[in-house]
């Protein structure tokens, strides 16, 4: 993407852009400070041939379990299909009461970037997918300013069903939930995770930091020490417009560490 398109990304989510004069020394930038807008992050196509685990394998319901209750113990070894249709009949917590459907993820299942947002709201219960509605919009926009497609990345939460209300998740429910995404991230394997929002960095990261002191750093998660660095939700951005600068330098961030871990050698070092 050349750099006026994405401009006009940047002008779509509200955030203000200061163009380049090279004859008085005037920077371009968003926000704080000067940065450019990136080269795009180059993919393969979008919808890549899926790389899934063993289909044939077998899960056995523990012989103490409920007979209502999918265990997740055995989630480690499923392929998608397997996994997708366990979501969906998933009832290990309460939320499988009030839910109108589960929110399994969406994407390119071999994707680079893997985005992990919170929870399920009113529209994606509706809709069976994650981040539509306004904040799915900005969503868009925003991965469009780095150079990306809604299609080339992965997108999931950190719960399948939506809690009543759109109230935080209980622990009880996440813990639950938890296995489906450790799932998804390891038969997706991104090379960088995207943490969207308060809950979902602190249920990833294990802490009850604020967010505002998450930002800005790198994590290594799991056992393959998959970089992870953390964001605003698009709807509390939307709430909050002054931050949207904020959540443009964590997107440079993400695309020079997508470059880095490539092997551009004219990749910037991330912050």
């Not at 366990?86 to 985005?115: H, K, P, S, W, Y």
């Not at 997706?188 to 800005?216: F, Y």
């Amino acid at each position: 993407m050349d750099p006026e398109r994405s401009r006009r990304y940047l002008g779509a989510m509200g955030v203000q852009v200061w163009r380049l004069r090279a004859a008085d020394g005037d920077t371009q930038g968003l926000g704080q400070g000067p940065e450019e807008v990136p080269p795009p992050v180059h993919q393969g196509d979008s919808m890549a041939s899926e790389s899934a685990g063993p289909s044939n394998v077998e899960v056995e319901p523990p012989p103490e379990a409920a007979p209502d209750v999918l265990p997740t113990a055995g989630v480690a070894g499923m392929d998608w299909e397997r996994l997708s249709e366990t979501v969906a009949a998933c009832r290990a917590c309460e939320l499988c009461e009030t839910r109108t459907q589960t929110v399994f993820g969406v994407g390119n299942r071999r994707a680079d970037l893997m985005i992990v947002g919170e929870a399920p709201g009113a529209d994606e219960d509706r809709q069976g997918e994650p981040f539509v509605g306004r904040a799915g919009q900005l969503l868009n926009l925003m991965l469009a300013a780095i150079g990306f497609e809604r299609e080339q990345v992965f997108i999931a939460n950190i719960l399948k069903c939506r809690p009543p209300g759109n109230r935080d998740p209980r622990p009880e429910e996440t813990l639950r939930c938890e296995p489906y995404l450790m799932r998804q991230i390891a038969l997706v394997r991104p090379r960088v995770l995207l943490s969207v929002g308060r809950i979902s960095a602190q249920k990833l990261l294990k802490t009850d930091d604020p967010i505002g002191k998450l930002r800005g750093r790198w994590f290594a998660f799991g056992p393959d020490e998959i970089p992870l660095t953390v964001t605003y939700h698009p709807a509390y951005l939307l709430r909050s417009p002054e931050q949207k600068s904020k959540a443009w330098q964590d997107l440079l961030k993400v695309t020079r560490r997508l470059r880095e871990t490539a092997g551009d050698p004219g990749a910037g070092v991330a912050g």
